[in-house]
């Protein structure tokens, strides 16, 4: 039976740069094998360190000095140490209403209770916020830090604007808690420009998080955070894993020093006619699929589906007939069942999108034909 996988965050598998990694390696281990027998800076590898500093001069307009950077294993590994450095169990902390399903999992390994704020097609409602802040300072439960996927939010697609962006960081500065500005998406944009981010904004309560997985792939675990000094010391003293894996930061530096944005454009132009082909394939079944988010940049689009159907049961067919996707409930900081899917579209073939998404949309009408004779 065929798989059709709309549940992977990978890149277009296509866009792997196999040959470029393969010279770099190569140059890499001719070059600075001696180097690699020794544990990596705490901080990591300062090459690699430079690069993920000029995507964000490129990205922001702003310097972001390679002292205040350390790379980690992915930038999932970079939100864990956070958590290690400042939450303890029973504590608060603020996200969107949907977010990444990986960190939900992991702040609740961390017990702490997530306040999920709303969002509408622009990101976490300001409104909402302050309502909630003022909440929570009543009740003597100030967060301890606010989360938030700003540009090419995970699951949504929502791109946040400068304005809203300003408003949120000022009821943050307002109340004393620092932002966890996760910008892992910052690259992946189609044909915009991304709004400044939170740490560009303000460098002293915001820490930053990115990723080198997102432009070319997940295997490599590599990301970075950046703070302020006192910030970055007291988030590295929980990082005890003898430091990040230093031929992969070679290998990806001397690879990405000569084709970055030349490479960022290419996956761009890739994954831009899978969105493509992905929205129009929803927008031809509107009885399945009642409404979905318009990506800006990312890998992932928000779909609505209609209220009556089970989205349990709609699991379970799915998966009979081979389609796969993020349920809705995998992403709800409550972990509510939702009419929601996240489908994630740069994995997945042109060839597999136009097959599997009309057959997902029977299988929606399958659900709520089954939820009708349920009652």
Same mark, same amino acid.
């Given at each position: ?8 965050g990978?890149?277009? !598998? ?9 010279r #770099? &390696?190569?140059a ?10 020794? @544990? ?30 350390a ?9 864990s140490?956070?958590?290690? #450095? ?23 390994? @961390? ?6 704020? !709303?969002?509408?097609?622009?990101g976490? $409602? *300001?409104?909402?916020?302050?309502? &909630? ?12 830090f606010?989360?938030?996927?700003? &540009?090419?939010?995970?699951p ?7 304005? $809203? ?5 000022a009821?943050?500065?307002? @109340?004393?808690? !620092?932002?966890? %500005?996760?910008?892992c ?6 044909? /915009?420009?991304?709004?400044?981010? +939170? ?35 007291? *988030? ?12 992969? =930061?070679?290998? #990806? ?6 084709a970055?944005?030349e ?10 006619g ?14 399945? +699929? ?9 890998? +992932?689009?928000? /779909?609505?589906?209609? %209220? ?21 409930? #995998? ?10 899917? $996240? ?10 999108? /136009?097959?599997?998404? !009309? ?11 089954? =939820?009708?004779?349920?009652?």
């Amino acid at each position: 039976m065929p798989v059709y996988n709309f549940a992977v965050g990978n890149p277009d !598998p296509g866009s792997f740069p196999s040959e470029g990694l393969s010279r #770099a &390696t190569q140059a890499v281990l001719a070059r600075d094998g001696e180097k690699l027998v020794v @544990y990596p800076d705490q901080r990591g590898h300062a090459p690699l360190r430079e690069i993920g500093a000029a995507r964000f001069v490129k990205n922001n307009g702003v310097e972001m000095p390679i002292e205040n950077m350390a790379l980690t294993t992915g930038s999932m590994q970079a939100i864990s140490l956070c958590c290690q #450095a400042f939450l303890n169990p029973g504590d608060t902390i603020i996200t969107e209403e949907f977010t990444y399903s990986g960190s939900i999992n992991c702040f609740r390994k @961390y017990g702490v209770t997530m306040a999920g704020i !709303p969002v509408d097609g622009e990101g976490m $409602r *300001v409104d909402a916020l302050e309502e &909630t802040l003022k909440d929570l300072s009543r009740k003597g439960t100030l967060p301890k830090f606010l989360y938030t996927i700003a &540009t090419n939010q995970n699951p949504t697609g929502t791109m946040m604007p400068a304005s $809203r962006r300003e408003k949120v960081l000022a009821l943050t500065q307002s @109340y004393g808690i !620092p932002v966890l %500005d996760d910008d892992c998406y910052a690259d992946l944009l189609f044909g /915009v420009d991304a709004p400044t981010s +939170f740490y560009a904004l303000d460098p002293e309560s915001v820490i930053y998080i990115g990723s080198f997985s997102k432009i070319l792939g997940p295997g490599l675990r590599l990301g970075f955070f950046a703070a302020k000094e006192e910030t970055l010391q007291k *988030v590295l003293y929980w990082k005890i894993d003898g430091g990040t894996n230093n031929l992969a =930061a070679f290998i #990806a530096a001397e690879y990405l020093k000569g084709a970055l944005w030349e490479h960022i454009e290419d996956i761009n132009a890739i994954v831009k006619g899978k969105l493509d082909a992905v929205t129009q394939q929803l927008d031809a079944h509107t009885n399945a +699929f009642v409404s979905h988010s318009n990506p800006q940049g990312g890998l +992932f689009i928000w /779909v609505k589906l209609p %209220d009556d159907v089970d989205p349990n049961r709609l699991l379970e067919l799915a998966n009979d007939r081979g389609v796969r996707y993020g349920t809705g409930k #995998a992403f709800d900081s409550q972990g509510r069942d939702l009419t929601y899917l $996240r489908l994630a579209y740069a994995w997945a073939s042109h060839d597999d999108i /136009v097959k599997g998404i !009309p057959l997902l949309a029977e299988c929606v009408a399958d659900a709520r034909t089954l =939820a009708l004779e349920a009652r």
